[in-house]
């Protein structure tokens, strides 16, 4: 310490961590005792899609309808808000709009394709998710459902659905499933 006459002596003071070394600190922190508390990432909750759906006699009267080409039709609360599900036999629709279409493909299959836009504005409705999942999970035909829903957003594969859209448009082909409009004759 060093006095001049007339101001008090000063401090020495302790060298200061730059922010390089705090960074390695911090990685040998992680490297021996793993992440605190706060860092922990939080675990999603699983959730099983559709089986809210699946066995409720509605649904199952809704899929049957859709495989025979009738029409049926029931409403879903979800947050206060009513929304009606119906098929006309072509067509599943959310709140009047078509989610879910099927184009012919052969005499006993149809091609199940899926409206990415209708499914992304109605992605904040819990209804809509179940009942996507649900769909898909219903026809084992369609195989292990690609469509999954991670952090309030649709994924289809990989990619996300909005990203789908740009690429290829709004409608996608799901696949082939067995429908029940044709009445299966006895081979002689």
């Given at each position: ?15 200061r961590?730059t ?8 990685r ?19 959730v099983?899609l559709?089986?809210a759906?699946l066995?409720h006699?509605?649904?199952q009267?809704?899929?049957l309808a859709?495989?025979?080409?009738t029409a ?10 009513v929304?009606t599900?119906?098929?006309?036999g072509?067509?599943?629709l959310?709140d009047?709009?078509?989610l ?10 149809d091609?199940?394709?899926l409206?990415r ?5 109605y992605q904040?409705?819990d ?19 690609q469509?999954s ?10 990619e ?18 067995k429908?029940l ?5 006895a081979?002689?």
């Open positions: 310490m060093t006095a001049t006459p007339g101001k008090a002596p000063k401090k020495v003071k302790d060298k961590q922010p390089q070394e705090r960074a390695e600190a911090l040998y922190n992680h490297m021996m005792y793993g992440p605190t508390a706060k860092e922990v990432p939080r675990v999603q909750k699983k099983n559709g089986s759906y066995q006699p509605k649904f009267a809704l899929m859709f495989k025979k080409g049926f039709q029931f409403d879903v609360t979800d947050k206060g808000k929304f599900v119906a098929t006309d072509t067509q599943i959310f009047g709009k078509s879910f279409y099927s184009r012919p493909s052969n005499r006993y299959e091609h199940l394709l409206d836009s209708i499914l992304l504005q904040t409705s209804a809509l998710v179940h009942l996507a999942a649900a769909v898909l999970r219903s026809l084992p035909e369609l195989g292990a459902p469509l829903f991670i952090n309030q957003q649709f994924y289809y594969g990989a996300t659905l909005e990203a789908g859209i740009e690429e290829h448009g709004p409608n996608l082909m799901v696949g082939s499933y429908h409009k044709a009445a299966e004759r081979r002689k």
